[in-house]
């Protein structure tokens, strides 16, 4: 009775027409039943121009207009990608002081890579898009899939390593663990930003087959896959235009061959021109530097880009109204989809159950990379003295590193996971053994551990060997850190070497005890000089909240490690094709990938370099046993699929998880093709002599390469191999296959 009688009074007072009536007499854009288009054009409809253009822009740091006349939410971006970020002031990047917004800080997403494991991406996809929800954000600003081309570059940390294949299948269930939350996955940074140094005006000059073999997929699949509502375009230009208002990126690829229907979100402070915003498939525009924000006015975002000069255009009538409906469309099917969906969950925050979740993520993530003489794990039967040496040991990681720094609820270092966990059954000391940065503050949010010490190199290395000589195990936990210049954003690292005398530090280390465990916790492959002098290396990585309990766990033996490096640590930066051929950072503002599609392991492939460790690698604390590989056929026709079966044995004590790895060979072609390159995988978790099948199907997508003339994907007759390995390097059985 109620609803027909608002219905009635709204159309009496003008605020809905009568032909916009829903059957069950709600306007049409608010009536859930009725199709989206729908409702968006009836929206759309009723908005002024006015109303149109203030949706295009923001109006606060990380908020943009609704439509409050019509009920229409504003929305509101968070980072990302680890965790919410703390609120900010309005204007400003510091944090605004709340005391309620202290989040689970989930492990960096090279860590998700490297669990190789589709279900711990759903996992974190769930989790931090439950926790966005609860703080009532709509975009999360995340996950990004930006290749890694170069172990310097800052930001490597928030992306999922150097393979194309792995980040498009790891990304997919991210998104949508996050949107079922009814909150938008921003997939971030489209495209070519593979470097921070020059970010906001390198022009990267690559060719087609690159861009689409390389750089493209993991975004391809986020919107085709995934089905991501929003996607952020990059700082950096391509093809002499602005990533995030790039006609060929955005217009022709992404909306065009792709189909994307989301939004497509400046990156803060992207835009640089008012005609190409309007033009080149930009929708939202986000920290721009206007003068009017510079000088602090209370209007400055009055005079975005995308803000008054583009309503003045709409008024003379230079630029037609359709420019703008095509972006409001954008912008209110994002609403549909979030903020209008009544049935969306209500989301949870900073709950335990997210802890748990990334402390599963981070366990799976950890890579053990070497491990001689079984010095790993520590078996507390006999070890009665362990010493723990390095600032990464103490120093919390979640602040700090650019916009992905946290306000974590509580954060357990890995000393600290050491002490709870093995603290009982042995005597730990720690000791400096260096200072890198003690400084640990970003907008505004502070730690509370004092990291400074006024003691020389020599001294702290004095100190940390003496004790090392009395322990029975050390552990040495160093590695890079989020401070300016290491994995953090807007610059790059200067070397592949550890900073801050690391590497002396190790090498007396290793002098002094025989049984040395070296933590290296980083974003980035590091060099490691001491390398035959160390018997356990563990690749860890920014892992949140329980980082300090999941590394303790891995150390103990608690959680069997079956992480897989998601890039290749090269022995020298001339192992990698954009340092070799001196592409990097370019000249006078121009990136040119002359390397081409020869980015990680296709390079080490390619030049026959021997990696420090290969893409695709980890150890386990048990040993599995591959059968022989077996395909259900010799030959695939074109529309064809075929099917390859390798068994997998935990030969054993422990229980255990091995990621099978696919390659692909392509052994003669008309262009030149990587040796191989990953096309599947698979996380198997076996119990002691337990056996598993492991089935890969493929079709001709897995055979195709990309002819930048016809500008499509091409699978070239001829004979293949199926490569079954357990990292870039051990290939444990090759089949040959002919494509028809
Ligand atoms: C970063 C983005 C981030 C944005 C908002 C930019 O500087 O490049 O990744 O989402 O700031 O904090």
Redesign the pocket.
Known sequence: MLKPVITLLCILMGTISVNMVGQNNLPIYLDESKPIEQRVEDALSRMTLEEKVAMCHAQSK?SSAGVPRLGIPENW?T??PHGI?PEVLWDEWDQAGWTNDSCIAFPALTCLAATWDKDLSALYGKSIGEEARYRNKNIL??P?VNIYRTPLNGRNF?YMGEDPFLASKMVVPYIQGVQANGVAACV??YALNNQEIDRHTVNVNVDDRTLYEIYLPAFKAAVQEGKAWAI?GA?NRYKGEWACHNQYLLNDILRGEWGFDGVVVS???GVNNTKQAIYNGLDME??SWTDGLSEGASNAYDNYYLANPFLKLLYSGEVKVEEVDKKVRNILRLAFRTTMNTKRPWGSFGTPEHAAAGRKIAEGGIVLLKNNNNVLPIDLNKTKKILVVGENAIKPMTVGG???SLKAKYEIAPLDGIMKRMGTQAEITYARGYVGDPTSEYNGVKLKRDLHDSRSAAELIGEATKLAKDADVVIFIGGLNKSDGQDS?GNDRKALNLSYGQDNVIAELAKANKNLIVVNISGNAIAMPWINDVPAIVQSWYNGTESGTALASILAGDANPSGKLPFTFPVKLDDNGAHKLGDYPGLNKEATYHESIFVGYRWIDKEKIKPLFPFGHGLSYTTFEYGKASADNKEMTADGKISFYVSVKNTGNREGAEVVQLYISDLKSSLPRPVKELKGFEKVNLKPGEEKTVTFTIDKTALSFFDDKKHDWVAESGDFEALIGVSATDIKSKIGFKLK
Do not use: P, T
């Open positions: 990380f971006a980072d990302g970020r600003l995340g990004g928030e971030k940074h952020m700082y990156d803060w402070g986000f920290g650019g916009s992905s954003e």
